[in-house]
Structures are given as C-alpha cells and as structure tokens.
C-alpha cells in the first residue's frame, strides 16, 4: 500500500532517520485502476475503438491512458483534464533546452521530487535516459509520451496521455515558468503513474526520487560531520556526476528563517565555485529552491547584496550569475553549513558523460541474489550460520587518481538493497561486513571467518538500502550481506560502486565437500532458461512485425525456452489461457500485447518464480507438490491463508494435486497482479476498497 504525508500547502522534507519513508516504491510493477473519467467518457461514446496498435484514442485520435492511477487528488472539484493544445496555441515539449529552471512547484507537496528533477536537468546525458527528447507535439504526435524510470536494475517506460489537471486552464501541479513548455509537467504525471497517483507524490524523500530518475546509489550526510575543506568534498562529488540535494529539518514545516531558508524544504545544490573578488577568493555554492521563489536573503543574495559588487562583470557571466528571484542563489560555505542541516547525494552509477565531458561516475557492477531460509540465510556474524550467507569477491587494484594521502588507497561505495518487501509489508534488518581475502582465495570457509575481523561494516537498518562508503588498500575482500536473524527470507541487489578497474564478482567456493551452494544454486533458472540475450532473439522470432507479443505467440516462445533447459517436458502442461491471462496481467496499454519493455518486466519475473520453484521442487519432479506451494507462494512474497489454499488445490493443481511449472508461474501471476489491482483501489490502506459494478466487471473480465 502506498501512503503518504499530507500537508495542507507547501513542501517539506520529512526527517531523514525514518525507517520507511512515506513513498512506496517497492514491487516490481504498479498496476493502476482504471481511471474514472475515462471510464465515463468510454461509456458516453467519447473515445473511438482501439487504434492501429490496439492502443484507445479518443474521438479526436489521440491516446487515451486508461491505466493512469485515480484517487481524489484526480476526481477534486472544480479540476478539469486538458491536453496542452487545450491550454495555448502552439505547445511545446522543450524551449530553449531543458534546464533546472523550468520547474515551478504546484498545489503539491513534492519539492522533493522537483529537487531531484532540478538536479536531472544539469546532466543532460542523463536527463535523455529519463526524457527522451525527440518527442513533440507536431510531427508524429498522438496524444502520448513516454519516459523512463530506473526500478531493480533495468530502467522502465512509463507511457501517458497528456491530459493534465487544471483550474481555470491554469496547471495546478508542476508547470514551467514559460507557459507553452511542458515537459516537466508531463515528467511529473509519468512519475505519478509510476507510484500510484498524484497522492503519491505528496512528500517524500528526494534521494528517492533520484535513484529512480538515475540508478544511482544514494548517502545522506550530516552537514556538520562533513569534511573542513567542504568546497573540495562538493566539487570531487560534482565532478562524478552526483546530484546532490539538502535542507534545513529544525524548524516548524515551511516557515523560513531569518534569512529566507525554508524549514523541512528540499533545495538542490547545482554548483561549487571559488569566485575572485577585490579581496581575495571566497568559496561559494549555487543553490536552487523547485519553488521557483523564495530565496537566500543573507550575504551573496540576489537582494543587493553588497559582495557581488566585490565581483567583476566578467568573473558574474563565468558563474552565469542572474540577479532575479528565480529561486536560484548563491551563499559562502561558511552560510551553508549553518543554514542547512542534512545533505542527500545520489552517486551516478552509470558512464553517461557526453564526449569531453569532465564528469567521470563511478564504474558500477550488480548483483542480484537472495537470502533463503536453511541455504543461504545466515543472519549476523555473531550467529553460528554466518558463514551461510552470500559472498562476493571485491578486488581493488586502482588506486584513488586524486587521493592526497602518502598511503595508496582504492575508493569504493557499496549499496545493499532489498527488494520487495515494502510490498510484503516485512522490512528486514540488514548490514553488509567487508573482509579481507588472502591473494589465492575468493571465498572464505566457517573455519576462516570465526577467525578473522571486518575491515569495514555497515549498521544493520530496516531502510530500503544500506550504503557503506569504503576505502581501502590495493587487495582482494570478501563482501558479506545478511540479515540480522539467520533464515529470514528476502531478495536483494548488490551494487559496488569503484574507479574504473576494480570490480566485485560472485565468490565461488572451490571446495565441494563444503555443505555451501555453489552459484548456480543461488540462480537455478540459469539451467532451465535460457540467457536474456536468447530470449531476445526469441521475442523477435516470435512476435509480430510490429514488435508486440500477443498470447499465442508467447505460448510459442514459452514452448520454445522451456524445452531447452533442466524443465524440458513441462511445456506440455502450458496452455494458450495461461499465456492470455500472462499478457494482459503485463499489458499496461489494454491492447492485449505486450512490447519489448514489458515483455522484459514479465521474463524477470519468470526468472525469478523459475528459482523459486526449482528451489521447492525437492524431489525434482519438475511438479510442486500440494503441500510445497505455500511455502513456494510465500518465497514470491505472497501469504494466503488455508481457505485460499484450499481454492488453490481446486483451481490450479493437476489432477494429481501436484502443480505444474507452467501452472506455477500463472498462479502466481494472477494473486500478484489481483493483490496489486486491490492495493491500487484501497488508497487509504483500510483493507477494503468500493468498486462500482462496471469497475468489478474490468477487473475480473481482463485478467
């Protein structure tokens, strides 16, 4: 369930020490309730049948998104839903290139998103990964646009009408200061698509927003505790590509203090720089307020501050100082360590720099893993099954380039993410520990492990991601993530950030004898699937010209990938109605196909229900006996109680009781989907929702 704080005007930055912040954005996918005013509009004969790609259009042929999540921020009095053609003459999606200025907070208590948005406008490389920029409103424009988000790994389009909420034809959401441009606003009802609605979007925390707008790995810092030579420590983070955002959380929600710094407001920090005045240099920082207003009212302000006349005209055009109230400003660092308290910098784990760019990011490998009860679930180091956990192999050989210290060190950050368990409504506590590794290992026994000491560990936490910054001498370590108790179950992503040169990989024990899994066992579909780049070539093999995979062609790829792996012979229990109901559990169009992008989203799905089912699948039967699906269905993060279990054994079983590989992945499928279709109408979380009689029917009829 997604909840959020609400406030009654403005933005804030909830305190960053909470366990859970107050957006949801665990699961693999948001499944959105089908939005009533499209609803009305179909039944009032306002949209026309399915266009060529089976995409709904309206009477005028423009894409209609009935996908597009509904709760009373969309259904309030007096708003109307109008596409920008609506709003002026002559629209634009970009004017002048996208910039960090373009952004004016609306109605919304989302400066956390708008924060990280602003940040994203100064990567342009970056800012094309989430927007792309060939999209307009003149040639090929059909009503849509499509964005990208980063979730779990790979990143994930988001495809929206452009209808956007108004009041008196004025957007009351995120707009831009020219009013023809829209491309932040259409960004910011992508992302709300993508969390579950524009309640969603009220509060939260921006290292949030921007993992999700980059991939990358994300630290929250105390400004007090950060290093004296704070200008040197910003610039080193900039010159990475990191975006960086901060706020001031000791004072009552949005009031200011003395000097124009709102309390508990996200502002991002876009630039570091020593400026020449008459009197020497003074290190400064550029700070920007998504407000659009509101600035910094002390010493280097906007206001007539007397410093900048210390400053020649040449050196303000370098700093391309605009002197306005655009909520952009400069301040010393001296003034912002005591106007800001907390720092969220978002580490860019990909090389997106244009050529001749100066900002090199971190070289990043992931991981993706599990913690299974029994196998590879061994809880803290103090339990006597530590040794159970997964163990990856960190090899650092290149040294820090910049590193002024006379001992050769090697840079590295690590990220610990669990996946799903917001969803599951379980946030386990967990902790990575970094061990030293002799020259010849790239595993540690039990044996070994009671003996040594970490060099380096985090705290265990219940937050989304644990993140430990390192930095070590040249060698080879051995990286540890667990639980704090032994056989809790749970997915994560390991991510190491490092220079370029270094890397971490998967620590193969050598010894057999040892009653550890080797790494296949952690990923079994490896040898019953074949690799993403097969099933790639399958999905062209096999879907049509267009590139949509419609059911009976998904049978036909399914059939194919089965019969070359360790499952081969349970295709035959595959039917077309498992690959129907596959489809449009997964198509978030409504057009009973899927694109690559989906298709992509479903196979990482069945990959990991595939390790689920070998996992359980004890006796190698290639069947789950009746009594293994529980505990099966419980391992996918779904809890059913007998009486389900019993509709289960009527519904989804064989003859024999037994079920299916084939059928296993549809049962599962169907409660995933019909558990996130629930949460999407229950937006209060009160365990109950109120669907009308045509919403009951497009819920259980297109499934």
């Given at each position: 369930?997604?909840?959020?704080?609400?406030?009654?005007?403005?933005?804030?930055?909830?305190?960053?020490?909470?366990?859970?912040?107050?957006?949801?954005?665990?699961?693999?996918?948001?499944?959105?309730?089908?939005?009533?005013?499209?609803?009305?509009?179909?039944?009032?004969?306002?949209?026309?049948?399915?266009?060529?790609?089976?995409?709904?259009?309206?009477?005028?042929?423009?894409?209609?998104?009935?996908?597009?999540?509904?709760?009373?921020?969309?259904?309030?009095?007096?708003?109307?839903?109008?596409?920008?053609?609506?709003?002026?003459?002559?629209?634009?999606?970009?004017?002048?290139?996208?910039?960090?200025?373009?952004?004016?907070?609306?109605?919304?208590?989302?400066?956390?998103?708008?924060?990280?948005?602003?940040?994203?406008?100064?990567?342009?490389?970056?800012?094309?990964?989430?927007?792309?920029?060939?999209q307009s409103f003149d040639e090929g424009y059909d009503g849509s646009f499509t964005f990208r988000f980063?979730?779990?790994?790979?990143?994930?389009?988001?495809?929206?009408?452009?209808?956007?909420?108004?009041?008196?034809?004025?957007?009351?959401?995120?707009?831009?200061?020219?009013?023809?441009?829209?491309?932040?606003?259409?960004?910011?009802?992508?992302?709300?698509?993508?969390?579950?609605?524009?309640?969603?979007?009220?509060?939260?925390?921006?290292?949030?927003?921007?993992?999700?707008?980059?991939?990358?790995?994300?630290?929250?810092?105390?400004?007090?505790?950060?290093?004296?030579?704070?200008?040197?420590?910003?610039?080193?983070?900039?010159?990475?590509?990191?975006?960086?955002?901060?706020?001031?959380?000791?004072?009552?929600?949005?009031?200011?203090?003395?000097?124009?710094?709102?309390?508990?407001?996200?502002?991002?920090?876009?630039?570091?720089?020593?400026?020449?005045?008459?009197?020497?240099?003074?290190?400064?920082?550029?700070?920007?307020?998504?407000?659009?207003?509101?600035?910094?009212?002390?010493p280097w302000s906007d206001f007539s501050s007397p410093e900048w006349e210390t400053v020649s005209l040449?050196?303000?055009?370098?700093?391309?100082?605009?002197?306005?109230?655009?909520?952009?400003?400069?301040?010393?660092?001296?003034?912002?360590?005591?106007?800001?308290?907390?720092?969220?910098?978002?580490?860019?784990?990909?090389?997106?720099?244009?050529?001749?760019?100066?900002?090199?990011?971190?070289?990043?490998?992931?991981?993706?893993?599990?913690?299974?009860?029994?196998?590879?679930?061994?809880?803290?180091?103090?339990?006597?099954?530590?040794?159970?956990?997964?163990?990856?192999?960190?090899?650092?050989?290149?040294?820090?380039?910049?590193?002024?210290?006379?001992?050769?060190?090697?840079?590295?950050?690590?990220?610990?993410?669990?996946?799903?368990?917001?969803?599951?409504?379980?946030?386990?506590?967990?902790?990575?520990?970094?061990?030293?590794?002799?020259?010849?290992?790239?595993?540690?026994?039990?044996?070994?492990?009671?003996?040594?000491?970490?060099?380096?560990?985090?705290?265990?936490?219940?937050?989304?991601?644990?993140?430990?910054?390192?930095?070590?001498?040249?060698?080879?370590?051995?990286?540890?993530?667990?639980?704090?108790?032994?056989?809790?179950?749970?997915?994560?992503?390991?991510?190491?950030?490092?220079?370029?040169?270094?890397?971490?990989?998967?620590?193969?024990?050598?010894?057999?004898?040892?009653?550890?899994?080797?790494?296949?066992?952690?990923?079994?579909?490896?040898?019953?699937?074949?690799?993403?780049?097969?099933?790639?070539?399958?999905?062209?093999?096999?879907?049509?010209?267009?590139?949509?995979?419609?059911?009976?062609?998904?049978?036909?790829?399914?059939?194919?990938?089965?019969?070359?792996?360790?499952?081969?012979?349970?295709?035959?229990?595959?039917?077309?109605?498992?690959?129907?109901?596959?489809?449009?559990?997964?198509?978030?169009?409504?057009?009973?196909?899927?694109?690559?992008p989906e298709f992509q989203s479903l196979w990482d799905k069945i990959r990991r229900w595939t390790d689920?089912?070998?996992?359980?699948?004890?006796?190698?039967?290639?069947?789950?006996?009746?009594?293994?699906?529980?505990?099966?269905?419980?391992?996918?993060?779904?809890?059913?109680?007998?009486?389900?279990?019993?509709?289960?054994?009527?519904?989804?079983?064989?003859?024999?009781?037994?079920?299916?590989?084939?059928?296993?992945?549809?049962?599962?499928?169907?409660?995933?989907?019909?558990?996130?279709?629930?949460?999407?109408?229950?937006?209060?979380?009160?365990?109950?929702?109120?669907?009308?009689?045509?919403?009951?029917?497009?819920?259980?009829?297109?499934?």
């Amino acid at each position: 369930m997604r909840r959020s704080r609400t406030s009654s005007s403005g933005s804030s930055l909830p305190p960053l020490d909470e366990d859970v912040g107050p957006v949801e954005e665990d699961g693999d996918e948001l499944l959105g309730s089908q939005s009533r005013r499209w609803l009305a509009d179909l039944l009032s004969g306002k949209l026309a049948p399915p266009g060529g790609d089976g995409s709904p259009v309206g009477r005028d042929g423009l894409f209609v998104d009935l996908q597009f999540p509904v709760g009373e921020l969309e259904m309030q009095p007096g708003l109307k839903w109008r596409r920008p053609k609506e709003l002026c003459s002559s629209p634009q999606f970009i004017i002048d290139g996208a910039s960090r200025l373009d952004i004016v907070q609306g109605k919304l208590s989302d400066c956390w998103l708008l924060s990280a948005i602003a940040s994203l406008a100064m990567n342009r490389s970056l800012l094309k990964k989430v927007v792309p920029l060939h999209q307009s409103f003149d040639e090929g424009y059909d009503g849509s646009f499509t964005f990208r988000f980063w979730q779990y790994g790979q990143w994930e389009e988001v495809k929206i009408d452009d209808h956007l909420p108004t009041e008196n034809d004025q957007l009351i959401y995120l707009s831009s200061p020219e009013r023809r441009e829209f491309w932040s606003s259409l960004l910011e009802k992508a992302y709300a698509k993508l969390k579950g609605g524009y309640r969603a979007l009220d509060m939260g925390f921006p290292h949030e927003a921007m993992v999700d707008m980059t991939g990358g790995v994300t630290e929250v810092f105390s400004i007090a505790s950060l290093p004296r030579n704070l200008l040197e420590f910003l610039d080193h983070l900039l010159a990475k590509g990191a975006l960086i955002n901060c706020a001031n959380s000791n004072g009552v929600m949005e009031t200011m203090n003395g000097l124009g710094i709102l309390f508990r407001h996200a502002y991002a920090l876009t630039a570091v720089e020593k400026v020449k005045t008459k009197y020497g240099p003074v290190d400064l920082v550029r700070i920007l307020n998504p407000w659009g207003r509101t600035e910094w009212r002390g010493p280097w302000s906007d206001f007539s501050s007397p410093e900048w006349e210390t400053v020649s005209l040449e050196e303000q055009r370098r700093l391309d100082r605009v002197s306005r109230e655009d909520g952009e400003f400069w301040m010393s660092v001296s003034d912002f360590r005591q106007n800001f308290e907390v720092m969220e910098v978002c580490h860019l784990t990909e090389c997106l720099g244009e050529p001749g760019s100066c900002v090199l990011p971190w070289s990043c490998v992931m991981h993706h893993g599990s913690w299974v009860p029994g196998i590879t679930a061994g809880g803290a180091p103090h339990h006597n099954l530590f040794w159970q956990n997964p163990q990856f192999l960190l090899v650092l050989s290149e040294v820090d380039s910049n590193s002024h210290n006379a001992q050769k060190t090697c840079s590295f950050v690590l990220a610990l993410m669990q996946k799903h368990q917001r969803r599951r409504g379980i946030c386990l506590s967990i902790s990575m520990h970094v061990y030293p590794a002799r020259p010849q290992n790239t595993y540690l026994s039990p044996e070994e492990l009671r003996m040594l000491q970490p060099v380096l560990h985090s705290q265990h936490s219940s937050r989304r991601e644990v993140v430990l910054r390192g930095s070590l001498p040249p060698g080879r370590y051995i990286i540890i993530p667990s639980t704090l108790e032994p056989n809790q179950e749970g997915a994560f992503l390991l991510r190491a950030l490092t220079e370029r040169g270094n890397a971490a990989t998967p620590a193969r024990n050598p010894a057999p004898d040892v009653s550890l899994p080797l790494p296949e066992t952690l990923f079994p579909h490896q040898t019953a699937l074949p690799s993403l780049p097969s099933v790639r070539q399958l999905f062209k093999k096999h879907s049509n010209k267009r590139g949509f995979c419609k059911p009976l062609h998904l049978y036909n790829l399914l059939t194919e990938a089965i019969q070359g792996g360790v499952l081969a012979g349970s295709e035959k229990y595959l039917a077309l109605e498992h690959c129907k109901s596959l489809v449009v559990l997964m198509d978030r169009q409504g057009i009973a196909q899927l694109n690559w992008p989906e298709f992509q989203s479903l196979w990482d799905k069945i990959r990991r229900w595939t390790d689920i089912f070998l996992m359980f699948d004890k006796n190698k039967t290639k069947r789950l006996e009746y009594q293994e699906v529980k505990p099966a269905l419980r391992e996918a993060g779904i809890m059913v109680d007998d009486l389900v279990m019993q509709l289960v054994g009527l519904r989804y079983t064989e003859p024999d009781m037994t079920v299916s590989f084939p059928g296993f992945l549809y049962l599962v499928m169907k409660m995933e989907s019909m558990i996130h279709k629930f949460q999407s109408y229950d937006l209060m979380g009160m365990g109950t929702v109120n669907v009308s009689y045509r919403q009951w029917l497009h819920i259980t009829m297109y499934n």
